[in-house]
């Protein structure tokens, strides 16, 4: 079982700082790109940042120069690190990776999402 582990979410103010962490546990063969996506209420999940292995990130416009992704592969673990935070960044944060899992000598690829970690920006 390959499982994606969010925390790291809260209550921030206009123009303050957070960082969402994203753990991978389980069967773990490799990690390959890892993504951070964001969904509000009644709107579709979007991507925010990506990121991969080798340390190719992408930004949604929205937030480039505001988030940064990074990742470490010894921990199978992606941050988010997110400033100048806006209200409009509300939003439940979601993880989301492409895990390889080895059974019997198969490799098989696995999307899988986090449960997701609310962050509010509000004053």
């Known amino acids: 079982q390959v499982q994606l582990v969010e925390s790291g979410g809260g209550l921030v103010q206009p123009g303050g700082s957070l960082r969402l962490s994203c753990t991978a546990s389980?069967?773990?063969?490799?990690?390959?790109?890892m993504a951070w996506y964001r969904q509000t209420v009644g709107k579709q999940r979007d991507m925010v940042a990506s990121m991969s292995r080798g340390g190719e990130g992408n930004y949604a416009d929205s937030v480039k120069g505001r988030f940064t992704i990074s990742r470490d592969n010894a921990k199978n673990t992606v941050y988010l690190q997110m400033s100048d935070l806006k209200p409009e960044d509300t939003a439940v944060y979601y993880c989301n990776a492409d895990i390889g899992v080895l059974t019997t000598d198969i490799l098989h690829t696995l999307n899988i999402w986090g449960q997701g970690t609310l962050v509010t920006v509000s004053s």
């Open positions: 389980g069967n773990i063969f490799r990690i390959d790109d």
